[in-house]
């Protein structure tokens, strides 16, 4: 008798490479990519990447226009701004700020948002719908309003911008979870879990979370871009990171007494930010077409 | 259909319960004596322990809860620690020049998205397409305090075609009604004061459609795309009518439903966004006179505003609701 050959279909492969093949195909994805890990290794080596000290005054350069101007020079490639700081070194070390303000916030409302989510949609019932009510309250509020207002109350720092920006992204985060978390719990492997004697803690985390992982990752990467853009709102309306941090909208926020005497003060840092929150926004998207086909919009 | 107006009626009682709440503990949670944020830290003692006794501070929170609603319902809203001006009065004053600006920032929006939108839809992967919906995603991403200021400097510092900030200007009289400068303007046929608003409100509310119309444009294009793909439209394609006919008449209808739905929300956004465009552009409404009291450390007036903007907000999600349950009979209201 012959041989049985199997023959592995081709176009049946894991899940996890598919999606990772769609991602690689994405052009506009991996441009996305390509912006953050820019961004990102701006912000790992500033040290070894800006020419100058971020912070550094020197009251000999002040206001130098860019080098492709008459009066730019190399050694400040981007000019200073009015206390002679050089520009460039701002943004890379800005890009620290912003990356880690936004790892901090989001992460905030990465946990409180999958703890409260998936306790709701576990045990639904009186404690899902108490959840859920708070979470309403909080959407209750234009989002930008509110991170406003808490840090009115609790005082302008960067700690607090952090603070309040990951509260008001708490109700993005349980919303998926407790959706997701509502849906696997019908599946049987949920219930062979639990007759297995398996605990509920580790039934939540260990084995319907990580069926929503594909969801949350778009969320991450998208809150990523708005916890930017809203960092950069509370620091320009100074409820935010303080001088002389070299924080974006800071920078914007004093470059506005500069705009006719030396616009580029301010050009920058707005480039800065327009640059890295669309990184986000395209790697998000993209992420979203691989990940998860129903978000598409 | 009535009965779920009525039930999403109900529904807003506990969420604006719920917006009370937060806002009544924000004071509460701040480190710091409530009577002494309130007043500042020049405040006399006669005053502080006349503001105690007024808000019961030194009673138990529900107790204290209790009073702050009941002084709501009566909408007593406090007094401004600066000018000692009644909140509510301030705020009935400043909330026009802020729904000017956000309803002419919305048009903006909703003409050229839907518009960008349609096109994008009938020419998909085309260059015009991919041009505006990278547009588009860019304008998600605009920091939009810094558009404002980079629009500042170009049309109004560089080029002098647009007033720099305010709502009018100085030499200008209008006749003031309803506090819509526009409507004002052209109850009492004052085009002179007409133009001139409107050349003031053309730049913020430039600036304030920007996220707005960057949603709406990709919101209008997959809706269409949905829409175009379906039977229907094959059939009034086979039937010979015009491309035109097929698009605005046939397929617009229908795409139209979820994008109403996104403007609605979008309005509730714009009034949050009202904080950083007013601000710029020294626009006299709710948002700059937040952001004011934000500096000043005016607890009564963040109290009031915030109230009365989330309040606002709540109510515009409901009625975007409701009018979304209206235009589409297809969803089932329960």
Redesign the interface.
């Known amino acids: 008798m012959a041989e049985t050959k199997i023959i592995k279909d081709p176009h049946d492969r894991h899940p996890f490479i598919e999606q990772m093949s769609q991602l690689w195909r994405n052009k506009?994805a991996i441009a996305g990519m390509l912006i953050v890990s820019f961004f990102v290794v701006a912000a790992i080596f500033a040290p070894q990447l800006s020419p100058h000290s971020p912070v550094e005054t020197s009251l000999y350069d002040q206001l130098k226009p860019p080098v492709w101007h008459e009066n730019g020079s190399w050694k400040n490639i981007l000019g200073t701004d009015d206390l002679g700081r050089d520009i460039l070194s701002r943004l890379i070390y800005g890009a620290r700020v912003s990356l880690l303000v936004s790892v901090f916030s989001v992460g905030l409302a990465f946990v409180l948002g999958t703890l409260f989510g998936a306790l709701g949609g576990y045990y639904k019932g009186k404690l899902d719908s108490v959840i859920m009510?708070?979470m309403?309250?909080?959407l209750?509020?234009?989002?930008?309003?509110l991170a406003?207002?808490?840090?009115?109350?609790?005082g302008p720092s960067l700690r607090n911008a952090m603070l309040a920006i990951g509260i008001t992204y708490v109700p993005r985060f349980a919303r998926i979870v407790r959706g997701s978390v509502l849906e696997e719990c019908e599946k049987d492997y949920v219930t062979a879990a639990r007759s297995i004697g398996a605990r509920d803690w580790r039934i939540i985390f260990i084995a319907i979370i990580p069926n929503c992982l594909g969801p949350l990752i778009v969320q991450t990467t998208l809150s990523f871009?708005s916890a930017i853009?809203d960092a950069?709102?509370l620091s320009?309306?100074?409820?935010g990171a303080q001088p002389p941090t070299p924080e974006w909208?800071a920078m914007?926020a004093r470059s506005?007494s500069l705009?006719?005497r030396a616009?580029w003060v301010?050009?920058f840092?707005?480039i800065a930010?327009?640059l890295a929150?669309?990184g986000f926004?395209?790697f998000g998207?993209g992420l979203r077409d691989a990940l998860d086909p129903r978000l598409?919009? | 259909m009535l009965a779920y107006i009525l039930r999403r009626i109900l529904i807003l009682i506990p969420t604006l319960l719920g917006v009370s709440i937060i806002v009544f503990l924000m004071l509460h949670v701040t480190p710091g004596d409530p009577a002494e944020l309130l007043l500042g830290e020049r405040a006399t003692d006669e005053a502080l322990a006349e503001i105690r006794e007024h808000l019961g501070l030194n009673k138990p929170l529900y107790v204290q809860y209790g009073m702050f609603l009941k002084r709501l319902m009566k909408g007593d809203l406090g007094e401004t620690i600066w000018t000692r001006q009644k909140v509510w009065v301030e705020v009935k004053q400043r909330f026009p020049a802020t729904i000017e600006l956000a309803v002419c920032a919305l048009c903006i929006a909703c003409f050229f998205g839907i518009i960008l939108g349609i096109i994008s839809a009938t020419r998909q992967y085309s260059l015009f397409d991919y041009i505006s919906m990278l547009g588009a995603l860019a304008g998600v991403s605009m920091p939009i305090f810094w558009l404002g200021l980079v629009f500042m400097l170009i049309f109004s510092l560089n080029l002098g075609w647009l007033p720099l900030s305010g709502r009018l200007s100085i030499d200008v009289d209008l006749e003031i009604i309803t506090n819509f400068y526009i409507l004002d303007a052209i109850i009492t046929r004052n085009w002179i004061a007409l133009k001139d608003a409107l050349w003031h409100i053309i730049m913020p509310a430039v600036t304030l459609s920007t996220i707005p119309m960057a949603i709406v444009a990709r919101m209008t294009r997959s809706a269409m795309l949905e829409v175009l793909r379906q039977d229907y439209i094959k059939t009034a394609k086979a039937k010979g009518l015009s491309q035109f006919k097929v698009v605005f008449k046939h397929a617009l209808r229908n795409a139209l439903i979820p994008v109403v739905t996104t403007i609605g929300l979008q309005f509730g956004v714009t009034l949050g966004g009202a904080i950083l465009t007013e601000t710029i552009f020294a626009w006299p409404g709710v948002g700059k006179w937040m952001y004011d009291a934000v500096m000043q450390r005016d607890y009564m007036v963040i109290q009031g505003g915030t109230l009365f903007i989330a309040t606002l907000f709540v109510l515009i999600n409901l009625c975007v609701d409701v009018l979304y349950a209206i235009i589409n009979p297809r969803i089932s209201v329960n």
């Open positions: 506009t009510r708070i309403d309250m909080i209750a509020f234009p989002y930008l309003l406003i207002v808490v840090v009115a109350y609790l871009a853009l950069a709102a320009f309306l100074g409820l909208g914007i506005r705009i006719l616009s301010m050009t840092p707005g930010i327009l929150v669309l926004n395209l998207d598409r919009d």
